[in-house]
T-cell receptor, first 113, second 114 residues
């Protein structure tokens, strides 16, 4: 089967650093993505890793280790507006079509003052 | 600016009714997707389409069908709504070009089946 595991909830304080982990088991792997979803909002794309290593985008960084089937999202200088759900997703091929994503169950990040 | 719109934010239907959820994207994307989102279960793929009139089953297609007659529009159909189809439904689209397969999501339709 194909599955992704991530913690259900994480709590941190404003200004801190938090890491959200994601481990995956998939039959095919072409990259790991991260999406953010605020309560009542639509998921929005944050980052993508196809190769091992760290990708940095402002306060957010994403890491991938393909040999460990593991990645994480690192959020620095946390702000209250970062309170949201964060989903990891793996790109997979499905039949003749590409672009199918398999999503994890999401991590609810609560940032406290 | 990319845009995916869904026909309704909130919808209340009765058991047995036929329900249509519409999704339109203005980015000329080839791929379109329908997910349902339930607490603790994440986003589960119902159906997707990679071209006009083409469709593929996702992980939970039972009780649903889809239609894609035009590139920009992807419809989700509940032939006979049931209470266990009460959920948040999210539509998304993506392009086959590029390397990230970034999906752009609509605002969602919260469907309640009574």
């Amino acid at each position: 089967g194909q599955s992704l595991e991530q913690p259900s909830e994480v709590t941190a304080v404003e200004g801190a650093i938090v890491q959200i982990n994601c481990t995956y088991q998939t039959s095919g792997f072409y990259g790991l993505s991260w999406y953010q979803q605020h309560d009542g909002g639509a998921p929005t794309f944050l980052s993508y890793n196809a190769l091992d290593g760290l990708e940095e985008t402002g306060r957010f960084s994403s890491f991938l280790s393909r040999s460990d089937s593991y990645g994480y999202l690192l959020l620095q200088e946390l702000q209250m507006k970062d309170s949201a759900s964060y989903f990891c997703a793996v790109r997979d091929r499905y039949g003749g079509a590409t672009n199918k994503l398999i999503f994890g169950t999401g991590t609810l990040l609560a940032v406290q003052p | 600016d990319v845009k995916v719109t869904q026909s309704s934010r909130y919808l209340v239907k009765r058991t047995g009714e036929k329900v249509f959820l519409e999704c339109v994207q203005d980015m000329d994307h080839e791929n379109m997707f329908w997910y349902r989102q339930d607490p603790g279960l994440g986003l589960r793929l119902i159906y997707f389409s990679y071209d006009v009139k083409m469709k593929e089953k996702g992980d939970i297609p039972e009780g649903y069908s889809v239609s894609r007659e035009k590139k920009e529009r992807f419809s989700l159909i509940l032939e006979s709504a049931s209470t266990n189809q009460t959920s948040m439904y999210l539509c998304a689209s993506s392009s086959t070009s590029g390397h990230t397969d970034t999906q752009y999501f609509g605002p969602g339709t919260r469907l309640t089946v009574l």
